[in-house]
């Protein structure tokens, strides 16, 4: 099958498999897990942030983020399309006991402007609504179409919103993508943030975890919140050893993944009843929408496995998403493929 539900379906690679089988291990409850120990130091280095904490997924960084920076009954504002919001099982509220306020981006990129950040601000000290305590944002933007937020728009909505006393948290899960597309670093790219969450097993092609980054007073916080979700790993260097050859090597192969999703948009653009905007695909995720096939995303996908083809469908789209284990040869057969189901 030629996968292309999502990066998180990639294998190891003989390098992480042969690092993980050798890696120097300890209790990481106790922070005696060399392995991962270093493999937090690096990420630290790495966004030139004070420090970072190994944790098992991107929901459980996140959420973890979520409760460190805010109080119960605050609100969080959030773009209505992200992934904290909508894929995370309503986390926030039993955990953290916040509310969301959410803002439609006026983009199709799905990243929010200050003006539209502003008008959703609710100050504290009001005596009838919740006091505004975090700021979310998301780079790539999954359902944008893997949309990249610059720096200098970043770095506005963070400052901003800092000079209000309200932190910003990034979940940037694909944030490695980002900065590839851009061509620069991701500690450039999330310098003004507060927290940033990135994911391990997207484009970097790790088995499993993510890494949350901050200040060495919030990552502090957050392994007492890690501990009390279950997400005290012992032996856990087994694992990060993976981590650490994703962190180092992946990013330098993550534009082959841009190339290819770009050559599947082109090879799909003018198939009938596909609707796509080849410029909003500057990442690995292409979304286009199958409304005038006639088809359901279901019907279609269907087809698509009939053919050897994975895809994920969601309302009137569908969503294919490259990665290291999907060649261009591939993409030319996941494009025929599809051409076969809807003509």
């Not at 539900?5 to 498999?17: L, Y």
Request: glycine fraction near 10%; charged fraction near 20%; proline fraction near 3%.
């Amino acid at each position: 099958m030629i996968d292309l539900r999502s990066d998180t379906v990639t294998k190891p690679t003989p390098e992480m498999r042969a690092a993980m089988a050798a890696a120097d291990v300890g209790d990481d409850v106790y922070g005696e897990d060399p392995t991962v120990n270093r493999l937090q130091e690096r990420a630290a280095e790495i966004f030139e942030k004070e420090a970072a904490l190994f944790v098992a997924s991107g929901t459980m960084g996140n959420q973890i983020a979520v409760k460190v920076h805010t109080l119960p009954g605050e609100e969080v504002i959030i773009e209505e399309r992200s992934h904290i919001y909508n894929y995370e099982l309503g986390m926030s509220a039993i955990l953290a006991g916040v509310s969301f306020r959410t803002v439609r981006s006026a983009n199709r990129s799905g990243h929010l402007t200050w003006p539209e950040v502003e008008q959703a601000f609710r100050p504290k000290g009001s005596d009838h609504s919740p006091a505004t305590g975090l700021l979310c944002l998301e780079n790539t933007h999954n359902f944008g179409g893997g949309s990249v937020m610059n720096a200098e728009l970043c770095t506005e909505l963070c400052r901003r919103a800092n000079e209000l006393d309200v932190p910003v948290h990034m979940d940037g899960a694909r944030i490695f993508n980002a900065a590839a597309a851009l061509g620069i670093s991701v500690a450039d790219l999330t310098r003004h943030c507060n927290s940033v969450q990135f994911c391990l097993s997207k484009g970097l092609g790790a088995p499993v975890g993510s890494v949350l980054v901050g200040s060495r007073e919030f990552i502090n916080e957050a392994h007492f919140w890690r501990k009390r979700m279950g997400g005290g790993m012992r032996q856990a260097g087994i694992v990060a050893a993976a981590g650490l050859i994703a962190i180092e090597e992946s990013p330098k192969r993550l534009v082959e993944d841009h190339e290819n999703a770009r050559a599947l948009a082109c090879g799909i653009t003018n198939l009938s009843g596909i609707s796509l905007d080849l410029s909003t695909v500057t990442t690995n995720i292409v979304i286009f929408d199958v409304h005038s096939t006639g088809r359901s995303p279901d019907q279609i996908c269907d087809g698509l496995r009939s053919n050897g083809v994975l895809a994920s469908g969601f309302g009137t789209s569908i969503r294919m998403v490259t990665h290291r284990d999907i060649s261009h040869g591939d993409v030319e057969t996941a494009v025929g493929a599809l051409a076969k189901v809807v003509e």
